[in-house]
Nanobody
Framework: QVQFVESGGGLVQFGGSLRLACAAS????????MSWHRQAPGKERELVAV????????NYADSVKGRFTISRDNAKNTVYLQMISLKPEDAAVYYC????????????????WGPGNQVTVSS
């Protein structure tokens, strides 16, 4: 059974930093590209960052480029998201998943999502 457990979120001031972790189980992340998504109240879930399984190359949403860094530790079956210079618009529940690439598009590999982790940024 595939499971994701996100951690590391919380309340941070404008301009602050947080590091999220996502522990995956039920599959080996080494075989997949991995991702972070976020969902703010009243908005659809959006893809924030992807890291490939082959060469570790990364892709980011324009809104977080230069501020967020995705990384992976295959030995720990864990994915991380380092966030700096946080803004109020970064406030959301953050989720991780594996990703499959179809052409230039990324699609979440698993239908099941973890509980997510709340990030709140005070202005």
């Amino acid at each position: 059974q595939v499971q994701f457990v996100e951690s590391g979120g919380g309340l941070v001031q404008f301009g602050g930093s947080l590091r999220l972790a996502c522990a995956a189980s039920g599959f080996k992340i080494s075989a997949y590209a991995m991702s972070w998504h976020r969902q703010a109240p009243g908005k659809e879930r959006e893809l924030v960052a992807v890291i490939t399984s082959t060469d570790g190359s990364t892709n980011y949403a324009d809104s977080v480029k230069g501020r967020f860094t995705i990384s992976r530790d295959n030995a720990k079956n864990t994915v991380y998201l380092q966030m700096i210079s946080l803004k109020p618009e970064d406030a959301a529940v953050y989720y991780c998943n594996a990703e499959i690439q179809y052409g230039r598009a990324w699609v979440a590999a698993w239908e099941s999502w973890g509980p997510g982790n709340q990030v709140t940024v005070s202005s």
